[in-house]
């Protein structure tokens, strides 16, 4: 029976991903500092300990008790348009508390590591986006995940750390945190709706993304230790389709019984336009297997949201630059609307 470590196992990928390894048979403990994610989250099963991967003595203390077959390292802060305005907190949580887990993991023999970066690594203007290509992160977020990405590259030749990247996008699904204000659009979109406040886009809303079930995700983050082939390799995983972010609003407003429900447009944000990847690598070691679609996707998701129902979103308080501060994130706004 393989002893697993799932970080950030409170959180929404961490917390299927967790169910989806107790099923396989492993032991999983949890490691979550509940910054993001909630504890009845938690599959029941699962051992849940509380604590931050920026905590190094905490890291070690809990490899040297818990002889880890495998690491699955989900935990970060996920905000790649607030990153510009969090750098030190973003590489805290981002990169030093991933080099406490590495070298834990090193010095206790762990089997496989299994990292959750990003395709924010890819930055703009390479649609698809697949492996091969040179990453260019364009905010904080993506260069703090790319940068784990080499230290893994380096570990393994360096000390023979086994290790498999993937790079998931726009993940979406029960369990999410709904109230965060600064990620995960599904989420805010269905948090606005139920709350009766208006749906809140940057930009036009013509800027696309492959929205992606966590159903779809998981299998293969979750067996990769066991597939030789994934080994040292890096793999997108998600959705194949892209739609507009206008697109995916009213596909919610549907989802959720309020068609045509207001709108208010912010001025654009700094990022990325377009961005979807190609998946061939991921089907060729992984295998094929059918993709939920997003309108089935949303409606699981909105039938979790509405029995859960929403939550209270609240501000980041420790921003660190405040200029240029998109307005949506300040405490007053003036944006235009739609009906």
Same mark, same amino acid.
């Given at each position: 029976?393989?002893?697993?470590?799932?970080?950030?196992?409170?959180?929404?990928?961490?917390?299927?991903?967790?169910?989806?390894?107790?099923?396989?048979?492993?032991?999983?403990?949890?490691?979550?500092?509940?910054?993001?994610?909630?504890?009845?989250?938690?599959?029941?099963?699962?051992?849940?300990?509380?604590?931050?991967?920026?905590?190094?003595?905490?890291?070690?203390?809990?490899?040297?008790?818990?002889?880890?077959?495998?690491?699955?390292?989900?935990?970060?802060?996920?905000?790649?348009?607030?990153?510009?305005?969090?750098?030190?907190?973003?590489?805290?949580?981002?990169?030093?508390?991933?080099?406490?887990?590495?070298?834990?993991?090193?010095?206790?023999?762990?089997?496989?590591?299994?990292?959750?970066?990003?395709?924010?690594?890819?930055?703009?203007?390479?649609?698809?986006?697949?492996?091969?290509?040179?990453?260019?992160?364009?905010?904080?977020?993506?260069?703090?995940? @790319?940068? #784990?990405?080499?230290?893994? %590259?380096?570990?393994?030749?360096?000390? =023979?750390? *086994?290790?498999?990247?993937? +790079?998931?996008?726009?993940?979406?699904?029960?369990?999410?945190?709904?109230?965060?204000?600064?990620?995960?659009?599904?989420?805010?979109?269905?948090?606005?709706?139920?709350?009766?406040?208006?749906?809140?886009?940057?930009?036009?809303?013509?800027?696309?993304?492959?929205?992606?079930?966590?159903?779809?995700?998981?299998?293969?983050?979750?067996?990769?230790?066991?597939?030789?082939?994934?080994?040292?390799?890096?793999?997108?995983?998600?959705?194949?389709?892209? @739609?507009? #972010?206008?697109?995916?609003? %009213?596909?919610?407003?549907?989802?959720? =019984?309020? *068609?045509?429900?207001?709108? +208010?447009?912010?001025?654009?944000?700094?990022?990325?336009?377009?961005?979807?990847?190609?998946?061939?690598?991921?089907?060729?070691?992984?295998?094929?297997?059918?993709?939920?679609?997003?309108?089935?996707?949303?409606?699981?998701?909105?039938?979790?949201?509405?029995?859960?129902?929403?939550?209270?979103?609240?501000?980041?308080?420790?921003?660190?630059?405040?200029?240029?501060?998109?307005?949506?994130?300040?405490?007053?706004?003036?944006?235009?609307?739609?009906?």
């Amino acid at each position: 029976m393989a002893r697993s470590l799932v970080t950030g196992g409170a959180g929404f990928i961490g917390a299927h991903l967790t169910r989806y390894l107790l099923e396989q048979g492993d032991s999983v403990t949890v490691l979550d500092d509940l910054s993001g994610g909630f504890e009845d989250n938690v599959d029941a099963r699962a051992t849940l300990v509380r604590g931050s991967i920026i905590d190094a003595e905490l890291i070690n203390d809990l490899f040297t008790d818990g002889k880890f077959t495998n690491v699955y390292h989900c935990a970060a802060y996920a905000a790649e348009g607030l990153s510009h305005f969090i750098k030190r907190f973003n590489y805290m949580n981002n990169v030093v508390g991933s080099v406490n887990l590495i070298n834990a993991s090193v010095n206790n023999d762990v089997e496989c590591f299994v990292f959750t970066s990003s395709i924010a690594v890819y930055g703009s203007g390479q649609t698809p986006m697949t492996e091969s290509m040179r990453p260019e992160p364009e905010d904080s977020y993506g260069i703090a995940k @790319y940068a #784990v990405e080499r230290e893994l %590259a380096v570990t393994y030749r360096m000390f =023979g750390l *086994p290790y498999v990247i993937f +790079r998931p996008h726009n993940v979406y699904g029960e369990l999410q945190n709904i109230g965060d204000r600064y990620r995960n659009v599904l989420g805010i979109f269905m948090n606005q709706i139920m709350s009766g406040d208006p749906i809140s886009i940057f930009g036009d809303g013509e800027q696309t993304r492959a929205f992606s079930y966590v159903g779809d995700i998981i299998p293969a983050i979750a067996t990769s230790p066991r597939v030789e082939a994934a080994h040292q390799e890096t793999f997108n995983v998600g959705a194949d389709v892209p @739609y507009s #972010v206008n697109q995916l609003a %009213a596909i919610v407003c549907d989802a959720l =019984g309020s *068609p045509g429900h207001q709108v +208010r447009y912010f001025p654009a944000r700094d990022e990325v336009k377009h961005a979807f990847s190609d998946h061939s690598r991921t089907r060729s070691v992984f295998g094929d297997h059918k993709m939920t679609s997003l309108e089935a996707g949303v409606g699981r998701m909105a039938a979790w949201a509405r029995d859960h129902g929403p939550r209270e979103s609240s501000r980041f308080d420790e921003i660190e630059i405040s200029r240029n501060l998109p307005s949506a994130w300040r405490t007053t706004a003036a944006p235009r609307e739609s009906a």
